[in-house]
């Protein structure tokens, strides 16, 4: 059964259902050590079988490594090779970059990158915007096919594409149980031509036959990562009872199409709108599911089958916010359920330095804070003063000529600000927006009501000249903090 393929980029090629490499990770959890000679060779069945495209990362264990002895083998046929690069927050060099460029490209024992993905911890603090800016570099040189983003909600994959960085792709969450990428962002990639790359389309294997029926698992007992994680999310979604609604539904449509459950998982997936591929975890030389997966390019779902789907997730809860939330804010849908696996410490997004009176303050870094003498905001006592603030970031205009992406971005770094002086965005009691254009008003101001909603504060929103022809809002906030 031949497998349906897309072209993701000029020259590059892919498979829709990706074999993705996570759980060697977990199988070389506690010190163990995978044969990676096996490991190379138990990939070939994949290519063999028209499944040419794998997904990893650079913590993924010796994920990479084992590309590069898929590599060398005798007769190994051409296949495309993604992976990912997942900084520690803080400061990113143009040095660091191209160390961890270097470091995938010996491993992997390659001299292009077919896609790299990029994940950012948090989009307060502006080295994102930097790394994405080197990595570019790296692409231009021909030593990265393709850039693509990784856990990205859609205002920054928005921000990140107004600024000029050439997202192919987004890989993030999306299953029967979290459909967040059906929403904003499926429709933003679908006008834009970026492909989302859904992973977790199985649940950590929770949705296939081997889970119909059963009883609730207890989350100590669990076996892998993937299941821990996934169990989270499906306690987020309505827990087990509304979660084996969907599993039973899945069931009925896949006994009436002759296929799997997890075909039918996949298949949901693989329809909605902008999805480009669907990942399918693999245990290398433990596992293969090569047969099954190649089914899903043999069925789809009838008006039926989408209608019995339908039902049974009116039954699931929504997973709050937009994709990759999980990683930045509770609920931590990780498999330990925070952000202690992944970091030792989070740095402020900027430096605080004592002023007078008592007084603390950060800067952004622009030139204009020097020029003119200001902080980019001061804390005096409980008080938190942002001054006006526009997308500006050193020498550089973010988010180009797309008044949502620059609010974003200006919103950011007052965010940024307010938690590098010991706030939160839900002590903002009051924000002022200026507007260089009237027309661009319902653009910002929805940039402002994705982010103050649920906050409220105290708001004033006019039309004023800036300063620069370039800058189309600017905005400035005041924040109380509790005690």
Same mark, same amino acid.
Request: with cysteine; proline share 4%.
């Given at each position: 059964?031949? &497998? ?28 163990? @050590? ?9 990939? %070939?069945?994949?290519? +063999? ?75 307060? +603090? ?35 594409? *107004? ?7 987004? %890989? ?11 929403? $904003? ?28 029926? $059963? ?7 669990? !076996? ?6 996934? $169990?989270?999310?499906? #306690? ?49 030389? %433990?596992?293969?599911?090569? #047969? ?32 990759? #939330? ?8 990780? !498999? ?7 970091? *030792? ?44 603030? @526009?997308?500006?970031?050193?020498? %550089? ?28 965005? #839900?002590? &903002? ?7 260089? $254009? ?17 906050? @409220?504060?105290?708001? @004033? ?23």
């Amino acid at each position: 059964m031949s &497998v349906d393929r897309i072209t993701l980029a000029p020259g590059l090629t892919m498979a829709r259902a990706l074999t993705g490499l996570w759980q060697v990770a977990d199988m070389e959890r506690d010190g163990r @050590t995978l044969d990676l000679d096996a490991a190379a060779r138990s990939m %070939q069945p994949y290519v +063999d079988g028209g499944l040419t495209t794998f997904d990893m990362a650079d913590h993924y264990g010796s994920a990479e490594d084992i590309v590069g002895r898929y590599r060398k083998l005798s007769g190994a046929k051409p296949a495309q090779f993604f992976t990912k690069w997942v900084p520690k927050p803080g400061p990113v060099t143009r040095t660091d970059v191209r160390e961890a460029v270097t470091r995938a490209l010996t491993r992997m024992q390659g001299e292009r990158i077919d896609l790299l993905q990029f994940h950012a911890w948090r989009f307060t +603090d502006p080295s994102w915007l930097d790394a994405l800016g080197y990595l570019d570099e790296c692409r231009k040189e021909g030593l990265i096919g393709a850039l693509g983003a990784c856990n990205f909600d859609t205002a920054h994959v928005a921000v990140a594409v *107004a600024s000029g960085i050439p997202f192919v792709s987004n %890989q993030v969450c999306c299953s029967l149980i979290d459909r967040r990428a059906t929403g $904003k962002l499926g429709a933003y990639a679908e006008s834009h031509g970026i492909k989302v790359l859904a992973y977790g389309t199985l649940a950590g294997g929770f949705l296939s036959d081997t889970w119909l029926g $059963k009883p609730e698992p207890e989350m100590e007992r669990l !076996a892998t990562w993937s299941q821990m994680k996934y $169990k989270r999310f499906i #306690d987020t979604a309505g827990g087990w009872g509304a979660f084996q609604r969907v599993l039973h539904a899945a069931s009925s449509v896949a006994k009436r199409m002759n296929v799997s459950i997890a075909n039918v998982a996949s298949r949901w997936v693989l329809e909605q709108p902008g999805v480009g591929g669907v990942i399918i975890g693999a245990r290398l030389s %433990q596992s293969a599911h090569v #047969d099954d997966t190649q089914r899903l390019f043999g069925f789809a779902l009838d008006a039926a089958a989408k209608a019995e789907l339908a039902e049974a997730l009116t039954h699931l809860s929504p997973i709050p916010g937009d994709c990759g #939330d999980e990683y930045r804010k509770p609920p931590y849908l990780t !498999a330990s359920g925070d952000l202690s696996h992944h970091l *030792a410490s989070l740095p402020t997004p900027y430096r605080v330095m004592a002023g007078p009176h008592g007084r603390q303050q950060v800067k952004s870094g622009t030139s204009w804070e020097t020029m003119y003498g200001y902080a980019r905001a001061v804390r005096a006592g409980n008080r938190i003063n942002v001054s006006g603030t @526009t997308a500006s970031h050193g020498d %550089q205009l973010i988010g180009g000529t797309d008044p949502y992406a620059q609010a974003v971005f200006a919103l950011d770094k007052v965010q940024g600000a307010i938690e590098s002086l010991g706030g939160a965005l #839900d002590d &903002v009691v009051r924000t002022r927006v200026f507007v260089s $254009k009237v027309a661009n008003w319902e653009a910002v101001a929805r940039a402002h009501g994705e982010r103050f909603g649920a906050i @409220t504060p105290a708001n @004033t929103l006019v039309e004023a000249r800036l300063v620069g022809d370039e800058f189309l809002v600017e905005i400035e906030a005041d924040a109380e903090l509790p005690g």
